[in-house]
């Protein structure tokens, strides 16, 4: 498999890798820069849409890291916050990678899909394909789990780390992104995790809050969490990868 991996990229030549910090794109930013040493080089867009603590995470590595700043949050298409949001988020992103890439003198900008991606509704995916991003997990054949076992042999500390969604993800399609309200989401999801909890999501309904945090949690949640700063009410949930609603199975 890493050998697949390392044609692909001694092919590109040279890359940009939009940087996320998750495990996905940190094994492809860690193999790529030991493959092609400084032609390669990872690149993290900050928003307000990006935890801190994400952040600071992210940039935790021993590989080169260079943040750019988006625009999406200046970009209505974005902040209407309709189900292409991500779309737009992606073009955001672009918009600073391509040019980057193209004065730094890299060939391509790459990023960390895998073959699970590619059965999904995914808008960026769409955007990729538009500004010709290449994706060299997938043309290597990697799913997700081919990554986490690779970054597990690798020594990557992120081999286990959950899934992450910007903050942005937990405004329901329909309601427009405010800062305020990513701002009031990420204070709660830290307070929440101050508390021990391991993956936690915050959904902004308005007044009201969907706390998730993992079903083996959900008993210590319900006995725990007795306020949360920014939220009139909220009610506490089991978290289901790829955000399918599940029923409230505890009002607080």
């Not at 990006?50 to 298409?77: G, M, S």
């Not at 189900?83 to 988020?89: E, I, L």
């Not at 405004?171 to 427009?176: F, K, L, S, V």
């Not at 949690?217 to 790829?242: M, N, V």
């Amino acid at each position: 498999m890493t050998t697949a991996l390392r044609r692909v990229l001694v092919e590109l030549g040279s890359v940009v890798v939009a940087y996320s910090g998750g495990v996905v794109s940190t094994y492809l930013a860690w193999f790529a820069h030991r493959t092609l040493g400084p032609h390669s080089l990872a690149v993290i867009a900050d928003s307000a849409s990006l935890p801190r603590r994400e952040l600071a995470d992210a940039l935790d590595v021993d590989f080169p890291v260079e943040v750019v700043r988006t625009d999406e949050f200046e970009r209505d298409e974005y902040l209407r916050n309709e189900p292409d949001r991500c779309f737009h988020c992606k073009q955001a992103l672009f918009d600073q990678l391509f040019p980057l890439a193209s004065t730094k003198g890299f060939a391509h900008v790459v990023l960390g899909t895998v073959t699970d991606d590619l059965g999904d509704v995914r808008p960026g995916l769409v955007s990729a394909k538009r500004r010709g991003a290449r994706q060299p997990l997938v043309e290597a054949g990697l799913s997700k789990a081919d990554v986490r076992r690779l970054a597990n042999e690798a020594g990557l500390r992120v081999w286990d780390k959950p899934q992450a969604a910007c903050l942005s993800s937990r405004i329901p399609h329909g309601t427009p992104v405010t800062i305020d309200a990513l701002r009031t989401v990420e204070e709660a999801e830290d307070a929440v995790r101050a508390l021990g909890f391991g993956l936690v999501r915050v959904r902004h309904l308005g007044d009201e809050a969907r706390v998730e945090v993992e079903p083996a949690e959900l008993e210590r949640a319900r006995a725990t969490i007795i306020e949360l700063a920014g939220f009139e009410r909220f009610t506490i949930a089991a978290y289901k990868q790829g955000g399918a609603k599940l029923p409230i199975l505890e009002t607080n």
